[in-house]
């Protein structure tokens, strides 16, 4: 049988609010489902040989902190290799973390064993980008769909084909079409098929490794409206791992973006779209032109281009990772790594010269918490001036860096 084809919104739909879809908004008081502490996820690198001796390691993610609200969305941006599939395949525990926790409703699933993890498995899954490979060409969509729920038990054999077509239905496909094969389907109705899958089970937390990537543009819309439309009808939280941060934007009204293995920024959607603080998030924002007209009115002109290619995470840059190609890097970030401070209610960003475009401090704002001077030698009068707080999540008090004084909430 022919593919079926996908069927846009008439017209050509370019952004996602065209699809008449509100922006998720944020709930501040929602407890966390989970919660990410000094996470780390390293890769052993080995010497070629007969002996293959451990040589080092691939910081793939290193030390990173933060939460996802019940019921809410954090989007987790940033270039690839940055390490944002690898985040997100420790929390779902596919890879057992090398140092930090995973708290899920609780409970700290880093080091769970396999039979542990097992009751989890339900509770928390995954979405992938490729809605090729992800499924089985030789199995029939309701088999595919209904394997979590035989695996887990979840429903009566005799309910089993009722629970699929309601699966089906609830992600916009026909219920009668339970008996076709993946490759009957297009792409953007492949991947509402691995949405029915991860669905199966009523998942609490969703992890969705750029689940609309490899879709077109105007079926990317459809398919986040979706997840949109999902999350509120079910109340499942989602982790959204994309490059694209049009995409983010309108799903999450949390953002983290990452670089080399690191939280660089983490802001509520305006904090991070209209207020970036870091020189990273700014280049990464100049980037996407849709992004750049509707949010801050640039033109294309004002694209920050980064120099250079992003270094390996065997060897990453001592101080700030990203010092390497920072516009406003000075000798401080060359010695010490910038903490992430606190900068706004729901804004934390980890540099030493925090500011707006082209308004950023003269002195690095991070030498009382660190006990330096301005060049990063160790200074004793600076020390323990400030503590730094490292713990994911937002505290009431913050640094504000427009008043020169302490924000609160
Ligand atoms: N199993 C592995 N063994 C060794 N290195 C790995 C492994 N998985 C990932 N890496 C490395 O870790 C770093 C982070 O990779 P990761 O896939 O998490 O990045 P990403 O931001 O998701 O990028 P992409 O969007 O391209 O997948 C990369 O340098 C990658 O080569």
């Known amino acids: 049988m022919a593919e079926q084809t996908e069927v846009p919104t008439p017209g050509t739909v370019t952004t996602f609010d065209e699809l008449g879809h509100q922006a998720t908004p944020l709930d501040p008081d929602a407890p966390p489902i989970l919660t990410v502490r000094h996470l780390k996820q390293y890769f052993p690198v080995r010497s070629s040989g007969l002996i293959r001796r451990k040589i080092g390691d691939v910081q793939a993610v290193d030390d990173i902190s933060f939460q996802v609200p019940q019921g809410g969305s954090l989007g987790l941006v940033g270039e690839s290799g940055c390490g944002k599939s690898t985040t997100g395949r420790a929390i779902t525990r596919l890879y057992t973390p090398t140092a930090g926790a995973v708290e899920f409703n609780g409970h700290d699933i880093a080091h769970y064993s396999a039979r542990q993890l097992k009751p989890l498995r339900s509770e928390i899954q995954m979405i992938f980008q490729d809605p090729y490979s992800s499924l089985n060409p030789r199995h029939t969509v309701g088999s595919i769909i209904s394997a979590p729920l035989r695996i887990h038990d979840m429903v009566p054999k005799d309910q089993t084909l009722k629970r699929v077509q309601e699966l089906l239905e609830i992600v916009g496909l026909n219920p009668e079409h339970y008996n076709r094969y993946p490759n009957e389907f297009s792409g953007g109705q492949r991947q509402r098929i691995g949405i029915a899958r991860a669905l199966a089970l009523k998942p609490k937390l969703i992890v969705a490794d750029e689940p609309v990537s490899a879709l077109d543009v105007s079926i990317q819309a459809q398919v986040v409206n979706l997840l949109q439309d999902i999350q509120r009808e ?31 920024e983490i802001g509520d959607r305006e904090s991070i779209y209209n207020n970036a603080h870091h020189p ?80 950023v401090p003269t002195r690095p704002v991070t030498t009382r ?41």
């Open 234 to 264: 079910f109340g499942v939280a989602f982790l959204f791992i994309a490059h694209d941060l049009a995409v983010v934007r309108h799903f999450c009204p949390e953002v983290a973006v990452m670089y080399l293995g690191k939280i660089v």
């Open 280 to 359: 990273y998030t700014q280049a990464l924002l100049s980037a996407v032109p849709e992004v750049k007209s509707a949010v801050t009115g640039e033109s294309s002109k004002d694209r920050i281009r980064l120099e250079g290619d992003v270094p390996s995470p065997i060897d990453p840059p001592s101080g700030c990772r990203f010092r390497t190609r920072c516009p406003i890097a000075q000798e401080i970030c060359a010695t010490q790594e910038p903490p992430l401070l606190q900068i706004g209610q729901r804004h934390k960003v980890a540099c030493h010269f925090p500011g707006r475009r082209g308004d």
């Open 369 to 409: 918490m660190l006990g330096v001077d301005d060049t990063g030698a160790p200074d004793p009068g600076m020390s323990g001036a400030e503590k730094i707080i490292d713990e994911p999540g937002y505290a009431d008090t913050w640094l504000d860096l427009d008043r020169n004084t302490v924000g609160r909430a």
